[in-house]
């Protein structure tokens, strides 16, 4: 089991950049293929990239590609979204999301934080 909690969002002009964070609890957190989604309102949850156990495999939807990376630090147990150009259109509540698969779909992840606000002003 794992608890997830995200950190680092708030309020940025366009072109701005936001690292965003996720902490997580417990001793397995390297066994776990990490995401991270976003939900903005009035809008279904959506992938926005995902990264493997170890760090060495990434994915990206092509919305964020070139703009975001995901990354993880495996002895911190956290996972990070380092965000940059950010548009109006990132503006979304945030989550990162564990899952024993590596995969886009939101529905295969088991575990969830309660997410992040990024909003991003034109």
């Known amino acids: 089991q794992v608890q997830l909690v995200e950190s680092g969002g708030g309020l940025v002009q366009a072109g701005g950049s936001l690292r965003l964070s996720c902490a997580a609890s417990?001793?397995?957190?390297?066994?776990?293929?990490m995401g991270w989604f976003r939900q903005a309102p009035g809008k279904e949850r959506e992938f926005v990239a995902a990264?493997?156990?170890?760090?060495?495999?990434?994915d990206y939807a092509d919305a964020v590609k070139g703009r975001f990376t995901i990354s993880r630090d495996n002895a911190k147990n956290t996972v990070y979204l380092q965000m940059t150009s950010l548009k109006p259109g990132d503006t979304a509540v945030y989550y990162c999301?564990?899952?024993?698969?590596?995969?886009?779909?939101?529905?295969?992840?088991?575990?969830w934080g309660q997410g992040t606000q990024v909003t991003v002003s034109s």
């Open positions: 999301a564990g899952n024993l698969l590596f995969s886009r779909e939101k529905d295969r992840y088991n575990h």
């Open positions: 990264i493997t156990r170890s760090g060495a495999g990434t």
């Open positions: 417990g001793r397995t957190f390297s066994t776990y293929n």
